[in-house]
C-alpha cells in the first residue's frame, strides 16, 4: 500500500513539474520534451488505476504520434529553434482568461463529482468487453468517431493538394 | 531438468522464505533478478552478433571479415568494446547537453523496454499483459523520439537532416507494421503475446497469413533503420546522419541499439509468425522452448541480415512509394480478407487442416494481385531525362 502511494505520489509530481515546465520554459523545443514527460506521468498514473489499455493508447497517440509531430514541426521552422522566445504575443489576454475559465470549470466539475465506482471485479478480459462494448452498445459514437477521421484525413490531402492545383493552371 | 528455469525460481524463493524475507520482497528480488537476467543476455547476444554480423558480410562481399584476433577473429568484438569504453566523450559546442546525454539512453531503453513482456516457453514469461501488442508498439515510439532528440541536441545539420528523414520513414512505417501485426491479434482472439504463441501450435502463422508475415518483415526492416533503409545515416550524403557528434559509449550505445532491435524484430517475428517457443517437445521441456525461442529468433536475424547486406540503398522517393502505394494499402485489403476468410471458416467449421490451406490461398491471391496491379501501374512522376552530355567539353565551345 505504501509503495504505491509513493509512486503515485512521484507519478504526479513529474506530471505538474513537467507540466509547469511546459509553460515557462523559454525555449520552445524545451517545452515539447518537457510536454512528453508530462505524458510519460499521465500514463504511469493510468497504469496505477489498472488501466493498462489507456496507459498504452496514451503513450501511442500522445507520445508516438502527436509529441513526434510537435517536436517535428518545431524543428522545420528555424525562426522558433534555439532562440528564446517571447512568451507573450497579442493574443494572451483571451488566451489566459479562456485557459483560466477551462481551469475553473474542470475543477468544479472535479470538486462535485461524486466519482462513482461500479462494484465487482474486473472482466478476465478488459479488451475484449472494450471492443464488444464499443462494436454493440456504443456502436453509434465509435461509427461517428471514425466518420470525423476519416473526414479529417480527407482534409489534410484536399489541403496538401491545394497548391498543386494552383501552380497548374 | 526438464523445467530448469522455475526449478531454480522455485529453489530462490524457498531460500529467501527460509531467510526470513517477506513474500513481496522476495517477489519483487525475482523480479528484477529476472529482468536483469533478461538485459543481461541482450548484451551477450549482441556481442555474439557484431562478431556473426561482420564475418556474414564479410563472406557476402567476397572479402574475409575479422580474422586477426583469436581464431576466426571472435575476439574482435571484444577488442572493440575495449577501445570504445577508453575513448573521449566530446560534446559539440552549442549542443543542448541534457537532450544530447538522454538520447542514447532513450535509444538502448526502448529497443530493451519491449524484451519486458516476452514469453519465452511455456511457462517462463516476462509481464503477461493484456496488452501486449499495444505495448510493443507504443514503446518503440521512443526509439524514434530518441533518434529525433539526438538530431536536434548535436548542433549539426546533418545530424538534423537524419533526424528529419527518420521520421518521415519510421512514422509511416509504422503503419503498415502495425496493420499486419493486427492480423495474429485477430485469429487468436488476444493482445497476449502468451495466447498468441499458443494459438499457433502446431500451425504457425507463417502458413495462416504469409501477407502480413512479410509486410511485417519488410516494415519492420525500415523501422531498424538499417540498409536498405538507412537513409538515415547514409554515409555518402549526411556522414552519419543523426549520430555524426557522437562518440565513446554514446555511440556505443546507439550501435548496440541497432543491433538489439534487429535481433528483437527477429524475435517479434518469431513470435508472431513463427510460432514463438514451439517446436518438438517444448510443451514437455519447456527449457527446450527458451532454446527454441533463440534459435527461432537467430535465423530471422540472419535473413535481416542477408536481405540488407545484398540490397543497396533505397531513394527517398522510392522508399515512400513503397509505403504509402503498396504495403499500406495491401496491408489493409489482407487485414479484410484475413477477418472475412476467418469468421466464414468459423461458421462453416471446418478441419485444421482445410482452414490453413484456404488462409494460406486467400493470402498468396491477394500477394500476387498486388504484386500484378502494381507491375502495372505507372509511376506518377516520370523522372526527368536529360540528352546525353559529351564526357568533356573543349573550352569555349560550351553552348
Redesign the interface.
Known sequence: MLVSVLVFVFASLVTLGAAVAVVTNKNI?HSA?YL?LAFVGVAAIYVMLEA??IA??Q??VY???I??LI??AI??TRRL??KDMDQKNAQWIPSALGSLTLFVVLGWIVYTAGWPAQEGAMPA????QLGQDLLTTYLVPFEIASVLLLAALVGAILIGRERETRSAE | MADLINLIEGWITNLLLGWGASEELTLFLLQALGSVLVVIICFLIVIALIWVERKLAGRIQDRFGPNRAGPFGIFQSFADIIKIFTKEYVTPK?AEKG?FNIAPVLAMASVLAIWAVFPFAINVIGAD???GV??I??????G??AI??A??SS?NRYA?LG??RS?AML?SY?IPMVVSLLVPVLLA???KLSVIVKAQQPWWYLLVAPTAALIYLISSMAEIGKAPFDLLEAESELVAGYHTEYSGMKFGMFYVAEFLHQFTVGALITIFFLGGWGGPLAMRWPILGVIYFYGKSFLVYLVISWIRLSLPRIRIDAMLDLNWKFLIPVSFVNLVAVAVADRVMLELDLATWMYVGVMFAVNIFILLASLFLAGKSKPVVEREKFPPRPVAVPPGTES
Open positions: 523545443l520534451f512528453i493498462p489499455f498504452m493508447v503513450v501511442l507520445i508516438g504520434a509529441a513526434i517536436v517535428f524543428m522545420l529553434m534555439s478480459e478488459p479488451i475484449s | 552549442g537532450a499483459v493484456h496488452v499495444l505495448y508498439v507504443a514503446v518503440s515510439a521512443f524514434i523520439l529525433l532528440m538530431g536536434w548542433n538534423l533526424a528529419s521520421v512514422i509504422e482472439h488476444s493482445m
